[in-house]
């Protein structure tokens, strides 16, 4: 079986909720807490393709630094990549992978199809 591993925000309720979903299936996540020890460059890019997303659909854009840093306007894939790994509160939560898939857990039971 795939490891699983779990970019959490333990303020968020959504990333609580989708911990506490995850043990109720019997699975153990490797628990990142992304605040504390953001993801590269690299790492969020790979992330990204599992989500099949682009950076902008994974980034909170209600958050003071994204209008601080004029994100609204950048439309450079590697520049918002950037801002997240400099400013991880941007990074939508929680992020669920497991081997080559991931999802976001919003809601939650989101990341049950690929346990």
């Known amino acids: 079986m795939a490891e699983v591993t ?10 609580r909720q989708t911990l506490a979903l995850l043990a109720e299936q019997g699975v153990e996540a490797n628990v ?8 590269d460059a690299k790492t969020l890019d790979e ?14 854009t209600k ?5 601080a840093l004029g994100l609204a306007e950048v439309t450079d894939r590697a520049q918002l990549i950037q801002a997240m790994v400099e ?9 669920v ?3 080559s898939q991931a999802r976001l857990g919003r809601p939650p ?7």
Do not use: F, W
């Not at 992330?47 to 909170?60: I, N, V």
């Open 32 to 39: 990142v807490e992304y605040l504390k020890t953001p993801p």
């Open 63 to 67: 958050e003071d630094e994204y209008a």
């Open 47 to 60: 992330l990204l393709q599992k989500l099949g997303l682009e950076p902008r659909e994974l980034m909170r």
């Open 97 to 99: 992978v497991k081997g």
């Open 109 to 115: 039971e989101q990341v049950l199809d690929i346990l």
């Open 6 to 15: 779990m970019y959490h925000n333990p303020r968020c309720s959504k990333s």
């Open 87 to 95: 400013h991880p509160i941007l990074i939508e939560r929680p992020i």
